[in-house]
């Protein structure tokens, strides 16, 4: 503990012994209900009456009474240590539940599918906190926009975050019924050469397929006739046959599970970077962000529970 923090303590102490003593009228009276000496007693009111250069208590062998300047020392420490305890109070309710602004970054479509449910029953629980969510595809400055807590699907390079694993994520090349009845289904990743496929350009560049093959990952650059910078318009456009497309298992499950796409080359799709949580390196983390991770965790129990 710092000097500065040890002296803070040492001055409540000494008011709160000295309004003690008012309370009680004596020194051994006040000595037995803090669980503390007479002459620990004794000295927190010198010591408050040397810092304040003051008499405090005007005291005989029978009595004790405050002086004048005793009364206003008296006033103002019972407001000092009324504060100190609706302090306390409040930080003891705060241990039980939430309170404050939370505030989160979330991918754009993950977000509002997989996230905003929680963030609903999030507020639903607990009444004393606000939720404020930013969408982006874009890996925020969690720390510089003073964002809580993030979630990404990825890696973590940034040495100020705590990253924490919620669930696995993996990519999926499919097609639509009518589209692989038309051209017919690939067999192996060579023979993608010969369909439509569905690129998706980010930070306008395209953005490669991946495949886990026995000799490693193999990241295939691909172009097509329909190049698209939103991930939901890929996912539109592949139900509608107009090509293969290759699009986080969050995206395409219910899809596949209605039977309106269909996975292909499944043998070369491994878990890719997991679902993550990303917050600042904190000795304790709030509250308002724990409950919200613990909440995840009820929902999801570390399963893509979007995934087939």
């Known amino acids: 503990m710092s000097n500065s923090a040890s002296l803070l303590m040492d001055n409540l102490l000494d008011l709160k012994v000295f309004v003690d003593v008012v309370e009680t009228g004596s020194f051994t009276h006040s000595a037995e209900r803090l669980g503390i000496s007479r002459s620990a007693v004794g000295k927190c009111v010198a010591r408050l ?8 208590l005007h005291r005989t062998t029978r009595s004790l009474r405050l002086s004048d300047e ?3 020392v008296y006033e103002g420490a019972l407001k000092i240590l009324r504060e100190v305890a609706d302090i306390e109070n409040e930080l003891s309710q705060g241990q039980l539940q939430p309170k404050g ?13 997989y996230i905003m449910p929680i963030v609903k029953e999030y507020v639903r629980r607990w009444p004393d906190v606000e939720v404020d969510v930013h969408f982006s595809d874009d890996y925020s400055d969690i720390v510089g926009e ?33 589209y692989l009845q038309q051209y017919g289904t690939p ?46 318009a890929i996912l539109d456009a592949s139900i509608e046959g107009e090509g293969i497309c290759q699009l986080g298992a969050f995206l395409v499950g219910n899809a596949i599970q ?17 679902i993550c949580a990303l917050y600042p390196t904190k000795r304790y983390l709030p509250l308002k962000v724990s409950y919200f991770l613990t909440l995840i965790e009820e929902c999801w129990q570390g399963k893509a529970i979007w995934d087939i």
Do not use: Y
């Open 49 to 56: 009456e040397s810092r304040l250069q003051i008499r405090l």
């Open 70 to 72: 005793g009364q206003t």
């Open 101 to 113: 602004l939370l505030r989160i970054t979330v991918p754009v479509i993950f977000g509002r599918l």
């Open 146 to 178: 003073g964002f809580d807590l993030a979630i990404r699907i990825g890696g973590n390079d940034d040495n100020r975050l705590i990253r924490k694993v919620l669930a696995p994520h993996r990519l999926i090349t499919c097609a639509s019924p009518a």
């Open 187 to 232: 067999q192996s990743i060579s023979e993608l050469v010969k369909h439509q496929k569905l690129v998706f350009k980010h930070r306008g560049s395209a953005v490669p397929w991946q495949f886990h093959t026995p000799h490693g990952k193999q990241l295939l650059p691909v172009s097509g006739r329909m190049t698209l910078n939103d991930t939901q």
């Open 258 to 274: 209605q039977g309106r796409l269909i996975p292909i080359l499944s043998e070369f799709s491994r878990q890719e970077s997991s």
